[in-house]
């Protein structure tokens, strides 16, 4: 009995020693995100695509007379300036031929002379009575047709010396021998293609935009372009041409832009072109990750004080176009106000937050870099 009453008596005093348990907190931790503020700034509204380029100026060189070619001074990838040699053909029939037309000129011209004084004679015996008018109009209608026979001769021996100049095939214009259809010893006939010459200097870009784009452009618009051709250049032009349908394949609308190159660009390469539709000279504007799709619709969580804490609240916001990593918002939040950045997709109403990192301004909307989203 006595060690029973011992054993009460310790069990007693262990749990008078007992230290009263630590209470937890109630609810989960809060959530660790970065906020930024709303801010206002100019807003560029673009229409963004990615296209072609074609040379405005890409000729086929053909063959201007027949004739075998006896030599070829160019190659593809070469370089070739305006009125360059870029191949010989042979001229030596056409020497022999104008050298006969030239002698024909000759001969007429010793007839012509030698009708000229018989009139002259004529027309003196005439006016003395001791000839007839009608041999003297005889021997004027003969000088007027041997002068009609030297003038062919001569037509012919223009066209002559032509046929032999076009036995040098020259470059009609400056740029880059994409082509060559000939070697040494073949013979070429009236029209054959030789060459395939490019240039780079005048370009035109092939622009697909959506048909939904339609009804916000048009001819004369500004375009900016650029190239991975030409890294840190921007490229101003202009609309100069709509196609009148859309695109069956592709339901795209055909926008044709004309621009220099300055031979930085090269035909059959891309480029990035942007249209100004819209300019806002202020505009509000959150970061992309700060908008987030509920089932309330697209709302943003604006970072308030609720009872010494932080808590996030929401806000049904209308979204506008977005660019360089922001977005404009329409409707829903004030200038100044501060909201969840990233992190904010992990948020609900009245979530408490953490704030990971103090106040940084919103990044301002770089002109000319946007597109147009559905609202």
């Given at each position: 009995m006595?060690?029973?009453?011992?054993?009460?008596a310790?069990?007693?005093?262990?749990?008078?020693?007992?230290?009263p348990?630590?209470?937890?907190?109630?609810g989960?931790p809060?959530?660790l995100?970065?906020?930024?503020?709303?801010k206002?700034?100019?807003f560029?509204?673009?229409?963004?695509?990615?296209?072609?380029?074609?040379?405005?100026?890409?000729?086929?060189i053909?063959a201007?007379?027949?004739?075998k070619?006896?030599?070829?001074?160019?190659?593809?990838?070469?370089?070739v300036?305006?009125?360059e040699?870029?191949?010989?053909?042979?001229a030596?029939?056409f020497?022999?031929q104008?050298q006969?037309?030239?002698?024909e000129?000759?001969?007429?011209?010793?007839?012509?002379?030698?009708q000229?004084?018989?009139?002259?004679?004529q027309?003196s015996?005439?006016?003395?009575?001791?000839?007839?008018?009608?041999a003297a109009?005889?021997?004027?209608?003969?000088?007027a047709?041997?002068?009609?026979?030297?003038a062919?001769?001569?037509?012919?021996?223009n066209?002559?010396?032509?046929?032999?100049?076009?036995?040098?095939?020259?470059?009609p214009?400056?740029?880059?021998i994409?082509?060559?259809?000939i070697?040494?010893?073949?013979?070429?006939?009236?029209?054959?293609?030789?060459?395939?010459?490019?240039?780079n200097?005048?370009?035109?870009?092939?622009?697909?935009?959506?048909e939904s784009?339609?009804?916000?452009?048009?001819?004369?618009?500004?375009?900016?372009?650029?190239?991975p051709?030409?890294?840190?250049?921007?490229?101003?032009?202009s609309?100069?041409?709509?196609?009148?349908a859309?695109?069956?394949?592709?339901?795209?609308?055909?926008?044709?832009?004309d621009?220099?190159?300055a031979?930085?660009?090269?035909?059959g390469?891309?480029?990035?072109?942007?249209?100004?539709i819209?300019a806002?000279?202020?505009?509000?504007v959150?970061?992309?990750?700060?908008?987030?799709?509920?089932?309330?619709?697209?709302?943003?969580?604006?970072?308030?004080?609720?009872?010494?804490?932080?808590?996030?609240?929401?806000?049904?916001?209308?979204a506008?176009a977005?660019?360089?990593g922001?977005?404009?918002?329409?409707?829903?939040?004030?200038?100044?106000?501060?909201?969840?950045?990233d992190?904010?997709?992990?948020l609900?109403?009245?979530?408490?937050?953490?704030?990971?990192?103090?106040?940084?301004?919103?990044?301002?909307?770089?002109?000319?870099e946007?597109?147009?989203?559905?609202r």
């Amino acid at each position: 009995m006595t060690r029973l009453l011992l054993l009460c008596a310790l069990l007693a005093l262990s749990a008078c020693g007992k230290k009263p348990e630590d209470k937890k907190p109630s609810g989960p931790p809060p959530t660790l995100i970065t906020v930024t503020t709303v801010k206002s700034g100019a807003f560029e509204v673009t229409e963004d695509t990615l296209g072609t380029l074609e040379a405005v100026i890409n000729s086929k060189i053909g063959a201007e007379v027949a004739g075998k070619v006896i030599a070829v001074r160019v190659v593809a990838g070469t370089p070739v300036k305006q009125g360059e040699t870029l191949a010989v053909i042979d001229a030596g029939d056409f020497l022999l031929q104008n050298q006969v037309e030239q002698a024909e000129v000759k001969r007429l011209e010793a007839l012509l002379a030698q009708q000229e004084k018989l009139v002259e004679r004529q027309q003196s015996l005439v006016a003395r009575g001791f000839l007839s008018r009608n041999a003297a109009d005889d021997a004027a209608a003969q000088r007027a047709a041997i002068s009609e026979q030297l003038a062919a001769a001569r037509a012919r021996t223009n066209i002559g010396k032509r046929a032999v100049a076009k036995t040098t095939v020259t470059a009609p214009f400056s740029g880059v021998i994409e082509s060559r259809m000939i070697a040494a010893g073949d013979y070429v006939k009236l029209g054959d293609p030789l060459f395939q010459l490019v240039s780079n200097q005048r370009l035109r870009a092939h622009l697909p935009f959506p048909e939904s784009a339609a009804p916000l452009l048009a001819r004369g618009q500004p375009v900016r372009l650029t190239s991975p051709q030409a890294p840190g250049k921007v490229f101003t032009a202009s609309i100069a041409d709509i196609r009148p349908a859309v695109t069956e394949s592709s339901r795209a609308l055909g926008v044709i832009v004309d621009l220099d190159g300055a031979g930085l660009l090269r035909a059959g390469g891309t480029v990035n072109a942007s249209v100004r539709i819209a300019a806002k000279a202020a505009a509000l504007v959150v970061p992309e990750q700060s908008v987030v799709l509920r089932p309330a619709g697209k709302v943003v969580y604006a970072i308030v004080e609720t009872e010494g804490k932080r808590t996030a609240e929401q806000r049904i916001v209308q979204a506008g176009a977005k660019k360089g990593g922001v977005i404009e918002i329409l409707a829903g939040l004030q200038e100044g106000e501060i909201v969840a950045q990233d992190g904010a997709g992990f948020l609900t109403h009245g979530a408490t937050v953490s704030i990971k990192a103090p106040l940084s301004p919103s990044p301002s909307p770089a002109r000319g870099e946007g597109s147009v989203v559905s609202r």
